[in-house]
Structure formats: structure tokens, C-alpha cells
């Protein structure tokens, strides 16, 4: 389309172009028609008038002939004859050049009358002839037919005839003159008309062009500013050119991905700021969580160092008194080595407790993996805490056949992971309340489940979240180091399995762990 237009706009100006050269090239081919037709009418005029000259001179020779003699002048008579010749046949082929060109009707009697004077100059030199060959002895003045060849033939009618003849070529020197003015102001004021109608169309034309071609500039230079100010609903919504409208898809397209870039990065402004804050949210309640481990590990250290210290002391007391006996029994050092034994008992069992929280956290707790009935260790450990506790109910419970099922699994340690849920159910619960064991299988038929339930106080929520971290005690119960449920949750992560508890404050607790089959 745009291609279109410039062809349009050029057909039309290569149109005015050609008319103005076509008229141009007319008018140059008129006029020079017209001048050769006016060189010809000069060219006859000056012929008659040089035929008029020769004409009398001939004349005047001839008379010389009557005066003087039949043979005066013969060699200018015959010149002056050949040289009239001559000049009536240019005439005749002007003049015939002439009517073809101008018509008939402008060069009216021109050959005609040129065929007349032949005659008449014929008639004339045939007349003298006859004069000269009638060897009349009379006077000249006395000739009538001289007379009459002279006055009449000569002075009136020859003289008329060759005035005629250059009257005629001077009106139409004159006529031709007259078209080559009427031409010149027919092209003058077909010129300034032309221009007149022209130069409007010219005008509006190149203005019509220019809005053309300035049009889609204008509506790009939009819609680029459009896009900068963030306005990005189609900037672009007339119907351009073919050559530019790929162009307006284009800034289209961009304005649109502008607008999705913008939009999706707004929405991931907003993610990151839910991100941030969630993130920081977390950093917060990380801190406070190092803040109360830190809190814990102070105090862990101090209850450690307190544990150590108290059956150091004893030790180093029972020694330090035993070695002051000056005298001392054997009952006296055994009672000493007894003493010292227990509490060297005490702290190798916290060493160990410590050493396999730290293995488990590097995971380098090593297991000796075999494969156990799990029904009847359960019933050896529920038998040994009935033998300990004997005032007390320990009940064991399968919700299904679990006979059969064994398991893979460190019994030592899975034997600690119950002693430490029995010690726990014993402790944080009445005498005279029963602890339940129950094992059965999950839904899914992959775990077994042992749950150790009992009746006591139950747990706070506030403590049930941290229940199996290190070093939590029970508010109402400082004895220990908190250690107990962190090492049976080791262990039952180690085995592949997973612990939980569910408390109701007031209506006791349910401390359950999962093992795999074999």
C-alpha cells in the first residue's frame, strides 16, 4: 500500500510532466512549420520581385532590339530569358510546397496566377518578336502595336500581375505570421493555464505524500512515548501500511510483553517480599531458637558440670577419708571401693549418654543389626519393670497378631529406647496408675508401632514442642540431665523409624515410636 501511494503520486506528476513536454514538442514543431512556411512566402516575395526585375530588364532589352536592330542584345535576351526560367520554376515549387502545406484556401490563385505571368511574359516576348520581325519603317511613336505592348500590356497588366503576385505572399507573410502569434499565445496561455491546474495538484499532492509518509512516524513516535509512560493497551490500534504494519505488530507485541514483564514483576516483587518477610520470620524464630539453645547449652553445662562434680566429690571424699583412717578395716574399703565404684558407674553412663547423642548427630552411631520378635521383647522388658515396680500395673496390649513379625534392630539400644519410655511413664505418673504397652501394626503395613501410654499429669503445650530436645526437663521435675528422650529418638531415627508423643495436660501422655519390618 505504501508502495502504492509513491506510485501513484509519481504516475501523476510523470503525467503533468508528459503533457507539458508533449505541448512543448508541439508547439516547437508548429513553430518551426510555421517559420519554414513564412521562409518560404519570404523566399517567394523576394523570387517575384527578382522575376520582376529580370522581367523589365528583358523588357527593356527587347525594345532595345526594336530600336536598334533584330540582333542588339541576343546573348542578354537569352540570359535574361533562362534567368526568368529559372525563377518561375522556384516559384512554381514554392508555391506548390506552399498550398500543400498552408491548403488551397490560404494560397488561393498563387499557381494559377504564376501559370498566367508564364503566359503573359510568353505573350510579351512573342509580341516584341513580332515587332522586331515586321521591319515596319514607321515611327516607334507611331507602332500601335508597340504602343499598346508597352503602355497596356507592359505597364498595366504585366505590372498588376507581379504586384498581385507580391501582395498575395505578403498576406500570406502575413497570415503565417499572424498563426505564429496566435500560436505563440495559445502555448503562453495554455502554459499559465497548466500551471494553474497543475501546481495545485502538485501541491496537494506532495502535501497529500508528505501526510502519508509522515502519518505512521507519527503514530510510532506515539506509541514509543505511549510505552515509556507505561501505557501498554495496544498502543498501536489503526491500520497501517503493509510495509509498516509488521512494524506496529511488532511494537504491539513489545508493549504487551512490557506489560507481562511488568506485571510478573510485580507479582514477584510482592513473592519476595512474602518470601522476605516469611524468611525473616523464620530467621526470627531460628534465632530465638539458638537463643534458647544457647540458653540450654549454658544450662546443659552447668548441670553437667554439677553432675560431674557431685560424684567427683564424693569420690575424692570417700578417698580422702578412707586415707586418713589410721587404721582402717576391710569393711572400711570396701564400703570406700563401693562407693567410689557406683559413682564411676554413674559417670560413664552419662559419658556414654553423651558420646551417642554426638554419634548420632554425625551419624556414626553404629548398630549390630539382627533380627528380633519384637511380641517377645516386649514382654521381657514389661516383666523386668513389673519385678522393678511391683506395686504397679505394667499391662501389654496387641491390637493384632503380631507373633510372627521381626525386626531389624540393635536390641541393646531398642531395649534403652523402652527402659527410657517405661522410666518416664513411671516417673511423671501416680503409683498406683497403670502403664500401658501397646504394639500393633500401621495402616500402611510396613511399621510396627509400640506405644507407651500413662495416666499422670501429661505435658504442657509449651513443652510438648521441645520435648526431645536436649536438655529439656519437665518444669515439676529437675532430677536428670533431659537426656533420656533425645537418645530414644537418636536411636529410633538410626533404626529408620520415627517417635512422637500426644499429651493432653491433666490426662496423661502417649510417647509412641515405629520401626520397619524386615
Known amino acids: 500500500m505504501y508502495k502504492r501511494k509513491l506510485f501513484y503520486f509519481g504516475l501523476t506528476t510523470a503525467f503533468i510532466l508528459l503533457v507539458a513536454l508533449t505541448c512543448a514538442a508541439i508547439s516547437a514543431h508548429l513553430t518551426r512549420e510555421n517559420l519554414k512556411q513564412s521562409t518560404i512566402a519570404q523566399t517567394l516575395l523576394v523570387e ?38 529559372q525563377s518561375l520554376e522556384n516559384i512554381r515549387q514554392l508555391e506548390l510546397e506552399q498550398r500543400e502545406a498552408l491548403g488551397a484556401q490560404v494560397t488561393q490563385g498563387s499557381v494559377e496566377d504564376t501559370d498566367e505571368l508564364v503566359l503573359m511574359i510568353n ?52 497570415a503565417i505570421n499572424a498563426r505564429i502569434d496566435t500560436l505563440n499565445t495559445a502555448m503562453v496561455w495554455f502554459t499559465v493555464g497548466l500551471g494553474l491546474i497543475s501546481l495545485p495538484l502538485i501541491l496537494y499532492g506532495c502535501y497529500w505524500l508528505f501526510n502519508q509518509l509522515y502519518q505512521p512516524i507519527i503514530l510510532i513516535r506515539s506509541a514509543t512515548n505511549a510505552i515509556a509512560s507505561g501505557q501498554y493497551a495496544r498502543p498501536i490500534s489503526e491500520k497501517l501500511d503493509d510495509e509498516f504494519e509488521e512494524l506496529a505488530a511488532s511494537i504491539n507485541q513489545l508493549a504487551e510483553r512490557l506489560r507481562e514483564h511488568e506485571a510478573n514483576e510485580a507479582k514477584s516483587r510482592k513473592q519476595l517480599e512474602v518470601e522476605v518477610e516469611q524468611r525473616t520470620s523464620e530467621l526470627t524464630k531460628a534465632n530465638l531458637q ?4 544457647d540458653s540450654r547449652r549454658r544450662q546443659f553445662i552447668a548441670d553437667v558440670s554439677h553432675e560431674l562434680r557431685t560424684p567427683l566429690t564424693i569420690i575424692r571424699g570417700e578417698a580422702q577419708v578412707t586415707l586418713r583412717l589410721k587404721s582402717a578395716a576391710e569393711v572400711d574399703y570396701k564400703e570406700t571401693l563401693s562407693s567410689i565404684l557406683e559413682q564411676s558407674v554413674n559417670l560413664s553412663r552419662l559419658v556414654d549418654d553423651l558420646l551417642l547423642l554426638t554419634r548420632a548427630e554425625m551419624n556414626q552411631l553404629n548398630l549390630q543389626i539382627e533380627s528380633v520378635l519384637i511380641l517377645p521383647l516386649l514382654e521381657v522388658e514389661v516383666a523386668k519393670w513389673q519385678r522393678l515396680h511391683q506395686g504397679r500395673d505394667f499391662i501389654l496390649q496387641t491390637a493384632a497378631p503380631v507373633d510372627e513379625i521381626t525386626i531389624g534392630m540393635d536390641k541393646p539400644r531398642i531395649q534403652q529406647v523402652l527402659s527410657i519410655l517405661l522410666d518416664n511413664a513411671t516417673k511423671y505418673s501416680n503409683d498406683g496408675d497403670p502403664v500401658e504397652v501397646n504394639v500393633q501394626m500401621t495402616q500402611a503395613g510396613n511399621l510396627v508401632e509400640v506405644a507407651v501410654s500413662d495416666n499422670g499429669e501429661g505435658i504442657s503445650a509449651a513443652e510438648v514442642d521441645n520435648v526431645f530436645e536436649r536438655f529439656v526437663r519437665f518444669s515439676k521435675h529437675n532430677d536428670g540431665l533431659g537426656l533420656g528422650l533425645p537418645i530414644a529418638k537418636a536411636i529410633v531415627e538410626a533404626h529408620g523409624g520415627h517417635i512422637k508423643v500426644e499429651s493432653q495436660f491433666g490426662e496423661g501422655s502417649t510417647f509412641s515410636f515405629t520401626l520397619p519390618k524386615e
Open 290 to 293: 539458638l537463643t534458647k539453645i
Open 123 to 174: 505573350q510579351i516576348i512573342e509580341e516584341f518578336k513580332g515587332v522586331v520581325g515586321s521591319n515596319s519603317t514607321a515611327p516607334l511613336s507611331q507602332q500601335e502595336k508597340l504602343r499598346v505592348l508597352l503602355e497596356d500590356t507592359i505597364d498595366n497588366e504585366f505590372r498588376e500581375a507581379i504586384n498581385s503576385a507580391v501582395s498575395r505572399q505578403s498576406r500570406v507573410v502575413a
Open 48 to 85: 517575384h520581385q527578382q522575376l520582376s526585375s529580370i522581367s523589365y530588364r528583358l523588357f527593356k532589352q527587347l525594345t532595345d532590339e526594336v530600336i536598334f536592330g533584330q540582333n542588339a542584345n541576343q546573348a542578354n535576351v537569352r540570359k535574361k530569358q533562362a534567368l526568368i526560367e
